[in-house]
């Protein structure tokens, strides 16, 4: 925490992609510390942990599972939601995905309810074009959850699947506007952002800051016409990528907002020694 700060970061999302590696101990500790320092925490979920799968079978009893496993650390550390991906078509219309969707959140719901886990969700929008993750599936997966699932938007990701459109601020602000009207008051906009690499519109890997087209200025003056809080999650590999980012938000966004609560979950990795390592994510 104390790294966390004194690079300027003011939020941090823990990331069990691969696996887990905190048992509830440690998330609970590290609760603590990060409500001592002012640390606002987010967990992202394993990528195998995602709902809409077409048989009830090992591999869907496995990614509920890791889902309410990862709540369980949420709730354990204070975290203010958690990320997860939101599936695959797997042969099926868009319409029929999404209401597997749909319909195995709503039992999960239940079952984290039942066991004092009930902690909102993040659905993230993803960055290829032929799955779901678009950001009309996961405004209209919001909508029809209610107000424990909300969206995450990862503008690195639809950065991609236009093909690099989002230059402009009202380009930024187009996601913004959907999303504001599906958060209950007080909710953070939850932003997922780096540079990115894509091809045919679809993403290929993070990049360091710069070395593609999408820039923070215009997310930090989109995020200026909105009464609405902002945690900002740097995936960009490298510590100078995340500080030019959070540099970009500071000085292109007002006081009011305060969108700049910008972190990567790798600094959080070194703070607690953890040995897992990544270059980037998706």
Not at 116 to 130: D, K, L, W, Y
Request: proline share 4%; net charge negative.
């Amino acid at each position: 925490m104390a790294l966390l700060q004194e690079r300027g970061y003011s939020a941090c999302e823990i990331d069990f992609e691969g696996k887990f590696w905190m048992d509830y101990p440690w998330a609970e500790r590290l609760g603590e510390l990060a409500r001592d320092a002012g640390i606002v925490l987010s967990v992202h979920a394993p990528i195998a942990g995602f709902m809409g799968h077409v048989e009830r079978d090992k591999k869907q009893r496995m990614a509920v599972g890791m889902l309410d496993h990862s709540a369980g650390i949420a709730a354990a550390c204070g975290a203010e939601l958690v990320v997860f991906h939101p599936g695959f078509l797997l042969g099926r219309s868009r319409e029929d995905a999404l209401d597997s969707v749909v319909e195995q959140l709503a039992e999960l719901r239940e079952r984290l309810e039942s066991k004092g886990r009930a902690v909102p969700f993040g659905v993230e929008i993803m960055g290829r074009v032929r799955e779901i993750g678009t950001a009309e599936d996961v405004f209209g997966i919001s909508a029809r959850l209610g107000g424990w699932v909300r969206p995450v938007l990862d503008f690195a990701h639809l950065h991609a699947v236009t093909d690099g459109a989002f230059l402009a601020t009202g380009d930024f602000a187009a996601i913004l506007g959907p999303a504001d009207e599906l958060l209950e008051a007080g909710a953070p906009f939850h932003i997922h952002f780096s540079d990115i690499a894509y091809a045919n519109r679809n993403e290929k890997n993070h990049l360091p800051y710069g070395e593609g087209t999408l820039r923070a200025e215009p997310l930090g003056q989109a995020l200026a016409r909105f009464d609405r809080p902002a945690t900002v999650i740097s995936e960009s590999p490298g510590e100078e990528s995340h500080q030019a980012i959070l540099a970009a938000l500071s000085s292109s966004s007002s006081a009011e907002t305060d969108p700049a609560r910008s972190s990567a979950r790798r600094s959080l990795k070194t703070t607690t020694s953890s040995k897992r390592s990544r270059s980037s994510r998706n």
